[in-house]
């Protein structure tokens, strides 16, 4: 989330950045964000397409050009709320970047 509006950022490695960006600010009130990615499929670490969507109307698309091949460092780990090691983007700074919303639920689906 940045200024409302919520986003969905890819790091390749700190050189390469993808970014699905909502236009428009949430409303007050609840809602639901849902990001789908579409491999390419193919090689390990190919890319593909992401979406982003609120309460299932889609808001933004970005094209993934590849993707870490097996693993992320298990020093990252996956956080919620909060980015607690390096930044995934250079639009917030590094331990001051804490969501002050509420997170209701968050669900993870590998297919």
């Known amino acids: 989330m940045k200024e409302g509006r919520p986003h969905y950022a890819y790091n390749w490695g700190g050189l390469e950045w993808s970014t699905a960006s909502s236009p428009q600010a949430l409303p007050p009130g609840p809602h639901t964000v849902r990001f789908e990615f579409a ?8 890319g593909g397409t992401g979406r982003l969507f609120v309460d299932d109307a889609g808001v933004g698309e ?10 992320y460092s298990a020093d990252e780990g996956v956080d919620v709320g909060t980015d607690n090691e390096t930044t ?7 331990g001051d970047n804490e969501f002050t919303g509420k997170i209701n639920k968050v669900t993870i689906e590998a297919k």
């Open 62 to 71: 970005v094209r993934i050009p590849r993707t870490h091949p097996f693993m």
């Open 39 to 46: 491999y390419d499929g193919g090689a390990p670490g190919s």
């Open 88 to 94: 995934v983007t250079e639009d917030y700074v590094e």
